[in-house]
Structures are given as C-alpha cells and as structure tokens.
Nanobody, 129 residues
Framework: QVQLKESGPGLVRPSQTLSLTCTVS??????????WTWVRQPPGKGLEWMGG???????YYSPSLKSRSSFSRNTSKNQFTLQLTSVTPEDTAVYYC?????????????????????WGKGTLVTVSS
C-alpha cells in the first residue's frame, strides 16, 4: 500500500518561498510510470492541480503556476518536493501530494492514466504576515 505524507511549515510570510516535502512509503518514486504530483485546495474553493515530477525526473507544470513553482526529488529518501516562490495570501491552501498512476500497454505502446490513486492527508499552509 503506497502512503504519502506532506511536511513543511504551516505559516509562510508573503513574498517568501513555500517549500513542502512529500515522503513516500510502500512504493518507489523511480519505478513504474507514475507521476508524483501536487494539488492544492484554497479555503472554500476546488482542487487545483499544480504539477509534478515523474519516475524519470521529468517535471510538469500548471501553466498558471509555472513561473513560480518548481519540483524536485530526493531518490535516496524517496521524497519529492514543491517550491512556490513569491507567495501571497491567495496561496493559502491545503496542499496535497498524490500519485498519478500510469499503466503501459505494450500492444499499443501507450500509457494510460489511472488517475490520482494515492493521496496524502494534506497540510494547511497559511500565507500571512
């Protein structure tokens, strides 16, 4: 059973950088065809996909956040991280890490997303002075 857990500060000052780490257990972030993603949910709003990093270390970004976000990983610790720069109070949200599982079909040489099948419990990050 894959388990994910977010960690990082719960309070960030405006204009600073938000940094979160997701620790994965029960599975490796370097195997299969998975993408390790970040999703956030501001208070009273819906889920927003932020992007992620795949099993090969290739990164994917939401166009709306690309200029401020970056993703990385520490394979020896089986962790992946999010950094969001120049935060404002509008970045206040519950931040989730999740796995998007992919299945490869050799018959068609294609990859199919299984959706976000494993999630962390989420961590609230408040941006405030």
């Amino acid at each position: 059973q894959v388990q994910l857990k977010e960690s990082g500060p719960g309070l960030v000052r405006p204009s600073q950088t938000l940094s979160l780490t997701c620790t994965v257990s029960g599975g490796s972030i370097t195997t299969n065809y998975d993408v390790w993603t970040w999703v956030r949910q501001p208070p009273g709003k819906g889920l927003e996909w932020m992007g992620g990093i795949d099993y090969n270390g290739v990164t994917y970004y939401s166009p709306s956040l690309k200029s401020r976000s970056s993703f990385s990983r520490n394979t020896s610790k089986n962790q992946f991280t999010l950094q969001l720069t120049s935060v404002t109070p509008e970045d206040t949200a519950v931040y989730y890490c999740a796995r998007e599982g992919f299945t490869y079909y050799s018959s068609s040489d294609s990859y199919y997303s299984e959706g976000l099948d494993y999630w962390g419990k989420g961590t609230l990050v408040t941006v405030s002075s």
